[in-house]
Nanobody
Framework: QVQLVESGGGLVQAGGSLRLSCAAS????????MAWFRQAPGKEREFVCR????????YCTDSVRGRFTISRDNTKSSLWLQMNSLKPDDTAVYYC????????????????WGQGTQVTVSS
């Protein structure tokens, strides 16, 4: 198993930046594909970005591509989400997630979840 703890959320003005962190503990971090999801009030949890076990390949959804960057350092058991040019529509609770066997775009592809960190973007 792996335990995940997110941090770095907060309140930021539109156009600003935030960097979210996800610290992992437990089983070797490099054995998991990782992703970020988000959930706004009254909406379904949605995929944001994912990265492979090695971190060599990543993919982000259209609405954030070019603004958000996912990265990881397996030696530090850490995952990050750099968020630039933030918009009010980016307001949500952001979750990091880990998968032992899949590399999917849906929440059911991931086995372990953090508790989430709130990101609020004001207009």
């Amino acid at each position: 198993q792996v335990q995940l703890v997110e941090s770095g959320g907060g309140l930021v003005q539109a156009g600003g930046s935030l960097r979210l962190s996800c610290a992992a503990s437990g089983r070797a971090f490099g054995g998991y594909a990782m992703a970020w999801f988000r959930q706004a009030p009254g909406k379904e949890r949605e995929f944001v970005c994912r990265t492979t076990r090695s971190g060599e390949t990543s993919y982000c959804t259209d609405s954030v591509r070019g603004r958000f960057t996912i990265s990881r350092d397996n030696t530090k058991s850490s995952l990050w989400l750099q968020m630039n040019s933030l918009k009010p529509d980016d307001t949500a609770v952001y979750y990091c997630a880990a998968s032992e066997t899949k590399y999917g775009l849906t929440a059911d592809s991931y086995d372990y979840w953090g508790q989430g960190t709130q990101v609020t973007v004001s207009s």
